[in-house]
């Protein structure tokens, strides 16, 4: 052995340190590869992060604020409160709506998470691959395949009245009811993985002790396995609660104008911005209460598997009887969580302006894709959309993966602002933060360096930023949780400054999160319906926009074609982030589609 | 080869109530092992994360022989450590997590690659270079974190409880392993643990750390036979302390009572403080004390209250006066009883005043 007599590198003092420029120069280098501990480094990172959210998320929900309270501020405000009118039956219709919600996705999605995981009958594997299917598609053409399904118009209700020969379509559903289908539809994903999750973590043991005590089966439910469950359905309720709030296709594709989303569209077509923004900032302030409270609640402890290796059993059914009943439910489930997606697949084929008063589409033509692609004109939607998303994408990934960074690794004082002021974006509903925005950037501001936004293209991609900066901090945040901090220190240690042992340790391993994030990120944005149709200019008009236009000049086909893309789009990215986190948290945040 | 001095070094982390490192002073010898041992939440990796540089002490300063790193960032201190999870980058292979601190280095090519293989070889894992981290048993990842720490020549190497996710039998062949290539490679090392076993064995010297503050610094068996304070003497093996009162008292020894009248001239630390009429400490190690009699009259008279079959020896819990004995006796002729009065023998030369 020759290390004992090797002389170790030469450290590197620096004779002149604390002396002169150079030691001065030398010591601020020192710090800024110093170590997380060293004084204010946390505040060079953190500063800037602060600094983007303070300008594009809190200073606009402020903005916002300030332009509901001028001019006729306090009568804006108490239109909330008198017993008539539009605000305030606007805001318990939407209330109502949001519990009438969590009431049905409450239902469903417990009801399906009971029948998935614990007992077993022919179809299972299936319904459980394809359950969150119709909470996969994007918002806008999510609400359409409802409506060309369920509505007047839609193929069930004619195809009933068809059948039955009636004079008027069967069981059509539209105004509240026909949001209430799309929201259940779309958000019983919500209580279904919680309640799932929340079964697979239980322990089975519990459930055995109580039967060997004694218990009938019922009791055991009551007893012992929805007192269990409450955590995961509390915070599921909440989670739809404020999805439903946010809600705003729905409303806008089955007319019902007296929601706190449409109220908001509505004065802002109508030039009435100080009135949008006093709707924003109730809406707004909502739903940073029900943030509040949900970050309070899951503080909270939740009851997990104490006792290793006993899992949860499925109980096979046996009874001849509810073997047929479990068949026949698992092909009628399968055919309506796929209804939504076929449908649009079969419109966008049909022949624009063909479909009247058929059950059915009778013309088709593959014209409508083919003009898309060949029109510059029609082809533009795209290209923006692409543009817009992959520049917000970008900038969330800088932004998030750093926030969360900072969130999660570092200490310094403001920590907890750096993650509320995350969570305030992912809280706020579409149309608020399109608001903000207005509010913020129809004059300059230092943070968009003195120029006016509203009406530019800038405001687009910052509105996408801001909606889905969440989506990357999160997926980015569980990824670091992931990693012991040892191993950034075992690089530090092995002569790594702290750049290259971020580089080419901790953001290498984190990079299949970061990538799901972004993904997600990137497909929300291509996407996004609920901001851009508030914010949007003729020449910036992305997918959905040109969707929902083509819909009201009855170019249903086209329409559908555009949302095809959409759709194979996102499913495209989904497996492949569903490859990069084996089924992990971006199964879940694949729900997030749901406003 | 190169020391490492502590001058009164402090930690007190923002929002804790009290310091979690206090007024530690440490002077560790070139080419020394040396050991913090105590229990959990003692400040023992508090200071070792402050000798690597993840932690800047809130006061005083720390030499690598007469460099000054107290505010030196943890690349630049150019130390090796082994972390207690071993912290293995799971996307390098064994070879080029052990390569990444010479990548860094800027040892390249031919050079790097011997040293690589010298380590590996070292840690007799040769020919694993290519394994993924996930291949290999705990044992092995240990060996590969030890390997990375020591490739590239430290000036010292740190070790944080490297044995705790280890199996018994593995965690003895290891620690004598560790010792083996230390000693070769003639390094400063400082180790982490909270097994007095382990640090008795392994160490040349130990720093017993209870509470922020180093109760004692010593070779294991100063640290054994002459254990500073009660708390020394109670976590290193096992420890009787009596509470004994005090008939004389000189600058190096005190006379003091046992229950039942006889008298012991008890060895004392300098500045023991102790004055007549004071109540002493005195520790006395289970297997010194001898059995006899009950009638003996230079012994302690009791009642045993348990009896503890190991094979080697036989523990007795002896109940004197209202004091609670231990006694490891070996070869005891007539297996004795739970109840049976018996007289406990002291040697004055095995008794030692601790300090509370």
Redesign the interface.
């Known amino acids: 052995m020759t290390v004992a007599t090797t002389a170790p590198p030469t450290p590197r003092t620096d004779p002149a340190a604390g002396t002169g420029r150079t030691g001065r120069a030398r010591r601020l280098a020192d710090r800024l590869r110093g170590g997380s501990d060293g004084g204010w480094f946390p505040y060079l990172l953190a500063l800037p992060l602060a600094l983007v959210l303070w300008g594009y998320v809190v200073q606009p929900m402020l903005a916002t604020f300030v332009e509901s309270a001028g001019g006729d501020g306090v009568d804006n405000y108490l239109a909330f409160l008198s017993g008539s009118g539009v605000a305030r039956s606007s805001l318990l219709t939407s209330l109502g709506i949001s519990a009438a919600s969590v009431l049905c996705c409450g239902v469903v999605g417990v009801g399906m998470a009971f029948l998935l995981k614990r007992f077993a009958f022919p179809g299972r594997r299936l319904i459980e691959a394809i359950i969150l299917v119709p909470a996969a598609l994007p918002p806008l053409i999510g609400a359409i395949s409802f409506q060309l399904l369920y509505s007047e118009t839609g193929i069930l209700p004619r195809g009933l009245q068809h059948l039955l020969g009636t004079d008027e379509p069967v069981l059509p559903f539209d105004g509240i009811a026909g949001v209430l289908v799309v929201h259940t539809f779309t958000m019983y994903p919500f209580f279904y993985l919680a309640a799932s999750a929340a079964l697979a973590g239980m322990d089975p043991s519990v459930e055995e002790a109580a039967y060997n005590l004694g218990a009938s089966r019922v009791r055991v439910w009551r007893t012992v396995l929805l007192p269990m469950l409450t955590p995961a359905l509390v915070s599921a309720s909440l989670l739809v609660f404020m999805t439903s709030l946010a809600s705003y296709t729905a409303p806008l594709l089955f007319g019902v104008d007296r929601t706190m989303t449409m109220q908001i569209y509505i004065n802002r077509t109508n030039g009435d911005l100080p009135m949008a923004s006093t709707y924003a900032s109730v809406l707004g302030v909502v739903s940073v209460l029900f943030l509040l409270g949900m970050r309070w609640y899951e503080g909270r402890r939740s009851y997990r598997s104490q006792s290793k290796g006993i899992s949860t059993h499925r109980r096979e059914i046996r009874n001849p009887v509810g073997r047929w009943l479990a068949l026949v439910g698992s092909v009628l489930a399968t055919v309506v969580l796929l209804a939504p997606v076929a449908t649009i697949a079969l419109v966008a084929f049909s022949v624009d302006g063909s479909w009247t008063t058929q059950v059915l589409p009778t013309d088709y033509t593959t014209q409508n894709f083919v003009r898309i692609f060949a029109d510059p004109r029609a082809f533009q939607p795209i290209l923006n959309s692409l543009r817009m998303s992959l520049l917000a994408t970008a900038a969330c990934v800088v932004v998030g993966v750093l926030v969360a960074y900072a969130v999660r690794r570092l200490t310094f004082v403001g920590r907890g602002l750096l993650d509320v002021a995350v969570m305030l974006a992912w809280a706020l509903p579409g149309t608020v933060v399109a608001i903000n925005l207005i509010a913020a950037f129809s004059t300059g501001s230092p943070f968009s360096l003195g120029q006016v936004l509203v009406g530019t293209f800038w405001i687009m991609p910052l509105a996408y930023f801001v909606r889905f900066l969440p989506l990357v901090f999160r997926s980015s945040s569980a990824a670091l949780a992931q990693l012991d901090p040892s191993l950034e220190e075992a690089a530090r240690n092995l002569g790594a400054s702290w750049l290259r042992a971020f580089v080419s340790i901790t953001l290498r391993l984190m990079f299949p999160g970061v990538l799901a994030g972004a993904l997600l990120a990137f497909v929300h944005g291509v996407g996004e319906f609920v901001a851009s149709v508030l914010i949007y200019t003729a020449s910036t008009a992305p997918i959905s926009v040109e969707i929902n236009n083509r819909m009201y000049s009855f170019e249903v086909g086209t329409a559908a074609a555009y949302g095809m893309l959409q759709v194979v789009l996102i499913f495209v990215v989904m497996v492949m982030s569903g490859r990069l986190e084996r089924g992990g948290p971006t199964a879940r945040e694949a729900t997030r589609w749901t406003n | ?2 020391g490492v001095t502590l001058e009164s070094v402090s930690k007190r982390f ?1 929002g804790a109530g009290g310091a979690a490192v206090d007024d530690v002073d440490l002077s560790i010898e070139a ?1 020394e092992f040396f050991t913090l041992l105590g229990p959990s939440g003692c400040g023992k990796t508090t200071t070792l994360r402050m000798i ?5 002490p809130s006061s005083g300063r720390i030499r ?1 022989g007469d ?1 000054d790193v107290t ?11 082994v ?3 071993y ?5 390098l292979t064994v070879a080029q997590n052990v390569g ?2 010479l990548k ?2 800027k040892i390249r090519g031919a050079e790097a690659r011997r040293r690589i293989d010298e380590a590996l070889r070292q840690v007799h894992l040769d020919g694993y270079g290519d394994r993924r981290i996930d291949q290999l048993s705990g044992g092995q990842q240990q060996r590969v974190a030890l390997a ?3 490739v ?4 010292t190497l ?1 070790l944080d409880e490297p044995l705790s996710n280890l199996d018994a039998k593995l965690r003895e062949e290891t620690r004598t392993e560790i010792r083996r290539i230390q000693r ?4 400063t090392s400082i180790y982490v643990t909270h097994d007095q076993a382990e640090a008795m064995a392994m160490s040349d010297r130990i720093a017993v750390m209870e509470g922020g503050r180093v109760r004692q610094v010593g070779t294991p068996r100063e640290i054994y036979h002459r254990p500073a304070t009660a708390f020394v003497a109670r976590f290193i093996g096992r420890s009787n302390v009596l509470e004994l009162p005090v008939l004389a008292a000189r600058a190096d020894s005190v006379d003091v009572r046992l229950p039942g009248g006889a008298t012991r001239t008890v060895a004392a630390p300098a500045e023991h403080g102790l004055t007549e009429s004071a109540r002493a400490l005195v520790s006395i190690r289970p297997e010194h004390i001898g059995l006899c009699g009950p009638e003996d009259p230079d012994a302690l008279p009791g009642r045993i209250t348990d009896v503890e079959f190991t094979g080697m020896t036989t523990n007795l819990t002896v109940d004197v006066s209202g004091q609670e004995l231990t006694v490891a006796a070996v070869d005891v002729p007539d297996a004795p009883a739970v109840g049976d009065r018996i007289g406990l023998r002291l040697p004055a030369a095995r008794m030692w005043v601790v300090r509370p």
């Open positions: 080869m190169i923002p080419g690597a540089g993840f932690y800047f690598f460099e505010r030196k960032p943890p690349n630049r201190r150019d130390t090796g450590m972390f207690q999870n912290a293995l980058f799971p996307h990444y601190g860094i280095r990375r720490a020591l590239i020549r430290p000036r740190l070769e490679a003639g390094i």
